[in-house]
């Protein structure tokens, strides 16, 4: 069976092999549509490398080590970053690259190449995988055409791609991946064309930039916009762009840069250019008997027509799926750092501000109507920036991912996960913070008199200068009772902060993992190195990127806890006035208001057990070995101690395994007293598995239930290694 | 939420009802011995019931001592068993039935194994009852969870 197809040797029956995207162009090129030279590898060719390479089962294994449906998308994202980087690390094996070497070469020669995916489930499911899959512009050399279609492969399995298979129901057991070959047309102007606007049926519409259709494409560059009559062709509007980039190919890959001043000032295209390309668009429509989405691209005045697909955005009455928002998840670093410029110039000072505007307000002076309307308002402030921290600071976290990928893409290290080490460098404010809890906790074991003051809870005898220190601790950090998030068990107090130091004081001090400093330098050395001339001013700007990325995910929370504390406060308050009611001190027709409007919100509740027998059930169910992600390597046993509330934190005792939902900044004080940390929010960027490798200790993320199913006191093992936790004894 | 107690019971029902064979697991003189059984469960997950004739060496080991583990899985010796397979371990007591309950649960278990007619008839087989103590589940090839039946 051949594995490399081109237009002489198309056949119907190969059209799931090489997939509706590599159907099309090569069909469009038997028919006289002028296209770049173009071949297909088959899907035989993946089946064959996955078979022979044992990844087959391995990617299966990796996807199903969880039920998918409690994997959080940061998960999914480190699923799908381990799977690339099998792929990245298993060479083709001789007898399919040898294959594929000769037909791609007698085709080919030397001339660069576009790699794209042609993904053969596109066309059963009916849906648009647009961008899902990735596609590589300009690769010469047939061995980086090889290791480019390995990585078009790997694209199978991205995170944007797993999540909308799994919402549209698409078995993974029978995804595969076809690719398409195609010489580079660099062309000067190009775009895309719909022959039937989605929003308008008697409407097409062109898209026009300089240059490459890359920055049109991933949304870096603005296109010129017109919409035509579908009939008549006649053009309808011209919206014309700032025209201040295009995408032009570099050495390996397109590289974006400032367009010329005397391109900037005309449209890329113009009134008898837009019908060529209108026309030739339609043509394709009626060739394939639906309207089309093409891409297309002009090379010394002749129209190339890129590829050409079937519109599935056009209105079906349906709800609309979420691939939208799965591929806004990765974003090109152009578009990133507008994204940074927008977090730090607006978005966090407007959080900050939002949240200082609330503080001012003295809730108890409200009546209660006001203090009624002030909960909704709050309300709906919170819910805003809750949107916007979707929206905004979560694709902005790919930062880190996007700088991961390149990382893993120019050194291929065995452990996919290297490249945190290289974001750590600049220190979290936790760890400051429990560097002074530390010298405080020296203090008391140094000091015997002081321990037996403060265990007596004896403060007034107790040395003044120790307790200037303890409340000038509290007053920047909190008493550390209260969450980042609020927390309605708030109580200022020094009590639990002296637990946690008497508790450090009884044993040796916590020595902290190796110091990143040093590490960071070398990696980055290293990174540095696989980049010459301005790819490596690029590679320098992704990395500064990407630490700032990584700070503000740590940093994110912290902004919106702040304003979710002033929804608690009045949310309190109102707790508050209606305790007084009950108890006989007010009026009762507005504390009726309160209770309306707080049995409006959707209040926390305490996760149930998922496993809880009934009351006459026969069996008791309990889990034994439970899976998450490895997020620190290391194997520990020990009692656990299960932070349901934040004040449960202060009696958190040396050796436990700190068991959470979600480790927040402010809880990370514990972490130098624990044997290991297992949380619930899975992930190996997430805040517990980053302080749990700061002091080397053991972390399993990702827990389902973790919280409901361990109880403080259980003895538990956190396999950090293989991300297992395993409950109780082997006692049968 | 769904209830996960019982949708596991519901897969060990399915699991059993899917499963012609067990492990079983018995042992004498501290050497553990491992057999292949015929086997079927109760709808209440309470026993399991496999017949074996009096000579083997299985039936010498659980009469000397009742404790017993069997091993169900969904295995099928391709590479898609790592992710897919289920397992699942049951320990408990082994006993053999006789007199008048005998009949009715040769009946059932000759609904399920109809080819091992003569050999269920056969006066030198004993029909075993395992009645099960606790269960362990193994699926997405580490995942763990432990059944233990209320006395």
């Known amino acids: 069976m051949k594995w490399v197809i081109s237009a002489e040797d198309i056949q119907d029956e190969d059209r799931q092999r090489v997939g509706g995207k590599g159907y099309a162009l090569v069909l469009m090129a038997k028919n006289g549509f002028q296209i770049p030279e173009t071949v297909c590898i088959s899907s035989d060719a993946y089946q064959e490398y996955v078979d022979h390479t044992g990844l087959r089962e391995r990617i299966q294994l990796e996807l199903h080590r969880k039920n998918f449906k409690e994997m959080r998308w940061e998960e999914i994202w480190d699923c799908a970053t381990r799977i690339r980087n099998m792929f990245l690390q298993k060479q083709i094996p001789d007898h399919i690259a040898n294959r594929l070497k000769a037909a791609i070469q007698v085709r080919f020669q030397d001339e660069p190449v576009a790699v794209r995916s042609s993904a053969p489930e596109e066309d059963t499911a009916k849906a648009s995988f647009a961008g899902l899959h990735e596609s590589y512009i300009n690769i010469s050399g047939i061995n980086a055409i090889l290791e480019h279609i390995r990585k078009v492969w790997a694209s199978l399995w991205s995170d944007a791609a797993l999540l909308y298979r799994q919402e549209i129901g698409l078995s993974v057991e029978k995804s595969t991946m076809a690719v398409v070959i195609q010489a580079i047309v660099p062309g000067d102007r190009s775009g895309v064309v719909f022959t039937q606007n989605p929003n308008d049926a008697s409407q097409g519409v062109i898209e026009s930039v300089y240059g490459l259709n890359q920055g049109l494409v991933d949304g870096t560059v603005d296109p010129d916009r017109w919409i035509l009559d579908r009939q008549t062709h006649r053009i309808i509007s011209h919206t014309p762009a700032t025209r201040r980039y295009w995408m032009v190919p570099i050495e390996q890959g397109v590289q974006l840069n400032p367009l010329p001043e005397s391109m900037s000032r005309m449209p890329p295209l113009n009134t008898q250019k837009t019908r060529e390309v209108f026309g030739q668009a339609c043509r394709a429509e009626d060739f394939f008997g639906t309207p089309q989405d093409v891409e297309w691209t002009y090379k010394d005045r002749s129209l190339v027509i890129l590829q050409s697909r079937p519109i599935t955005t056009l209105s079906t009455g349906k709800t609309e799926d979420n691939r939208g928002w799965y591929l806004s998840l990765h974003r090109s670093f152009e578009n990133l750092k507008s994204l940074r410029k927008k977090i730090e110039e607006e978005l966090i000072p407007g959080m900050s501000a939002a949240a200082e505007e609330m503080a001012a307000t003295d809730l108890t002076r409200l009546s209660d109507r006001s203090l009624a309307q002030e909960i909704s308002r709050r309300w709906e402030i919170n819910h805003k920036w809750v949107n916007i921290y979707w929206d905004e600071f979560i694709p902005f976290a790919h930062g880190v991912r996007l700088f991961g990928q390149v990382y893993n893409d120019a050194i291929k290290p065995e452990d996919p996960y290297e490249f945190v080490d290289l974001l750590t460098q600049t220190e979290m404010a936790s760890l400051e913070r429990n560097r002074m809890l530390e010298d405080l906790a020296a203090q008391i074991r140094n000091d015997r008199r002081l321990a037996e003051q403060l265990q007596k809870g004896l403060y007034a005898e107790a040395d003044p200068d120790f307790i200037t220190q303890i409340d000038s601790f509290i007053l920047k950090f909190g008493d550390l009772s209260c969450a980042v998030t609020g927390g309605s068990q708030c109580a200022q107090d020094s009590e639990p902060l002296i637990k946690i130091l008497l508790e450090m004081a009884n044993h040796p001090p916590a020595p902290l993992g190796r110091r990143k400093s040093q590490k960071a330098q070398l990696l980055k050395e290293k990174f540095l190195a696989c980049f010459a001339g301005d790819r490596r001013t690029q590679a320098l700007e992704l990395l500064d990127l990407a630490r700032t990325s990584y700070q503000l995910r740590d940093d994110d929370n912290i902004y919106l806890g702040r304003i979710e504390a002033q929804v608690l406060a009045a949310i309190r308050e109102a707790r508050q006035r209606i305790e007084n009611t009950q108890s006989g001190n007010s009026d009762d027709s507005a504390t009726n208001e309160l209770e309306a409007v707080l049995a409006d919100l959707d209040h926390r509740t305490e996760i149930p057990n998922p496993y809880r027998q009934k009351a006459g059930a026969i069996f008791d169910i309990k889990p034994r070995q439970l899976i998450g992600q490895p997020g620190g390597p290391g194997i520990a046993r020990g009692s656990a101690r299960v932070i349901r509330q934040h004040a449960d934190l202060a009696d958190f005792k040396n050796g436990e395994v700190l068991v959470c939902d979600a480790v927040d900044p402010n809880m990370t004080f514990v972490v130098p007293l624990a044997s290991a940390v297992v949380e619930r929010r899975g992930g190996m960027l997430i805040h517990g598995a980053i302080i749990a490798r700061e002091y080397g200790l053991p972390c399993v993320t990702g827990i389902p239930d973790a919280t409901a199913v361990i109880e403080t006191g259980d003895i538990i093992t956190v396999d950090g290694y293989l991300g297992i936790v395993t409950l109780g004894t082997g006692d049968i | ?151």
């Open chain 2, 1 to 151: 939420m769904i209830d996960k107690n019982q949708a596991i019971q519901q897969q060990l029902r399915e699991l059993f009802e899917s499963q012609n064979l067990a492990v079983l697991a018995t042992h004498r003189s501290r050497q553990p011995y491992a057999s292949l059984v015929a086997f079927y469960a109760t709808e209440d997950l309470k026993h399991l019931f496999f017949v074996t004739p009096k000579t083997t060496r299985k039936f010498e080991n659980l009469k000397a001592d009742a404790k017993v583990a069997m091993l169900v899985n969904s295995t099928t010796n391709q590479a898609v068993d790592f992710h897919q397979a289920v397992s699942v371990t049951v320990v408990g007591t082994a006993a053999e039935i006789v007199g008048p309950e005998r009949q009715p649960i040769l009946k059932r278990y000759l609904e399920k194994h109809p080819y091992l007619e003569d050999f269920v008839r056969s006066p030198s087989c004993a029909l075993v009852r395992v009645s099960a103590k606790s269960y362990f589940m193994v699926q997405n090839f580490q995942n763990v969870m432990e059944l233990h039946l209320n006395q």
